[in-house]
């Protein structure tokens, strides 16, 4: 009897134990919730905005030209005798080499008849003048009315000077011509082409060689409208610098010379001139810009007092996103001043400390209460730093 009793029995203290252990792990899972309620707020990264007093960055691009070009031509004709080893196509010469040589002999004869009528002339005017004194002194004795400029030989006098004077002409040409029997080059510079040769004979004006100036070269670069707002006041002589693109890039500097005065009819674009010094390095050791080289000109303008300098993937349609200070987000109307490369210049719409959305949810929504976490150096700090 007894042991059926607990055959009866036991499957009934088995449901009362299993139901009050299942009631024991309810009242925990309810407490555990109770204690850790889940936060659906998104998570979005945040950066202090803070003004800044801001040197514009104007670039734009040109081709590099020489100063000057220079068609060489003979002053003198006659027989190519010898030319210089780099007076060729690509040759790089110095200012005052002899570039080529024409043949001497007839210019030396010509000087050397020149100084011999150039004595000639300084003896008769010796001459001249002892007759004048002779005719002086002689004169003293005679009556005033019998003096004259033709007793005294004052024509004759001058006639000899005229002479003298005219022989020392000749003496200049002579040697001017002699001179220019070697042609020089005019400044450092570069041969583009060469149409002459030893054994030549080349007539007075024949052009021989085109020659451009290395001393210095010039870029004019394009200037949009939107950017003549912020060029700098003292344009003339503010520093640029010049680069190339590709694997062998090239940086130089150089200086704003002038302003062509001038707006691009069809672009409605201002010029500017910017000067290189020696750009195929011969003085400076520096690496050559060559002439017909694609460059960016870079430049300093105006300072722009307490703006906001944000990449632009934080701006769209000139709306920002900030977080305000009951943790939800606003969107937030800006004054774009100018586009800068990745970023923009914000004048009006942000003030200092304003909490910037760096990363938005994927659905941002005006009024959504979010969580911030500050921006970290990969954001939008070390965006503003680069």
């Known amino acids: ?5 607990k ?15 299942m009631q024991a792990i309810n009242a925990s899972a309810e407490k555990e919730q109770e204690k850790k309620p889940v936060d659906t707020r998104p998570t979005v990264k945040v ?18 030209n020489p100063l000057e070009s220079t068609m060489l031509s003979a002053q003198v004709s006659g027989e190519v005798i010898a030319w210089n080893e780099n007076f060729v196509p690509g040759g790089l010469v110095l200012r005052g080499e002899t570039l080529f040589a024409i043949e001497k002999d007839t210019y030396e004869a010509a000087l050397l008849q020149a100084e011999a009528s150039l004595s000639s002339a300084q003896s008769l005017l010796i001459e001249e003048q002892a007759r004048a004194q002779v005719a002086k002194q002689e004169a003293k004795n005679l009556p ?13 006098l001058l006639s000899a000077e005229a002479a003298l004077k005219s022989a020392q002409a000749k003496i200049k040409i002579a040697q001017r011509d002699l001179d220019n029997c070697e042609v020089k080059a005019p400044y450092d510079a570069l041969v583009i082409n060469r149409n002459v040769g030893v054994g030549q004979y080349v007539n007075q004006g024949t052009q021989i060689a085109q020659l451009n100036n290395v001393e210095k070269a010039e870029i004019i670069i394009p200037v949009a409208g939107f950017d003549n707002a912020f060029l700098p006041s003292g344009l003339a002589g503010t520093v640029a610098t010049i680069s190339t693109k590709g694997f062998d890039a090239v940086s130089r500097e150089g200086l704003i010379a002038r302003d062509l005065g001038i707006v691009d009819k069809a672009t409605r674009m201002s010029q500017l001139v910017i000067r290189v010094d020696d750009p195929y390095g011969i003085n400076n050791g520096l690496p050559a810009l060559k002439y017909g080289t694609y460059v960016e000109v870079a430049f300093k303008g105006r300072t722009l007092q307490q703006i906001y300098r944000l990449p632009q993937e934080l701006v769209s349609n000139r709306t920002v996103w900030i977080v305000d200070k009951d943790n939800k987000l606003e969107p937030r109307k800006v004054d774009i001043i100018r586009e800068e490369g990745e970023y923009f210049l914000i004048g009006e719409g942000l003030a200092n ?32 730093a680069s």
């Open 47 to 64: 950066e202090a905005a803070l003004s800044q007093d801001y040197q514009v960055l104007i670039s734009s691009f040109g081709e590099v």
């Open 7 to 21: 055959k009866i029995a036991l499957p009934f203290i088995v449901l009362i134990v299993g139901f009050g252990g």
């Open 1 to 5: 009897m007894k042991t059926n009793w």
């Open 144 to 156: 005033q009315a019998k003096i004259t400029d033709l007793y005294l030989r004052k024509p004759q």
């Open 353 to 384: 400390d304003e909490k910037i959305v760096v990363t938005l949810p994927e659905y941002p929504q005006k009024g959504m209460e979010v969580k911030t976490v500050q921006a970290s150096g990969s954001d939008m700090t070390a965006k503003n």
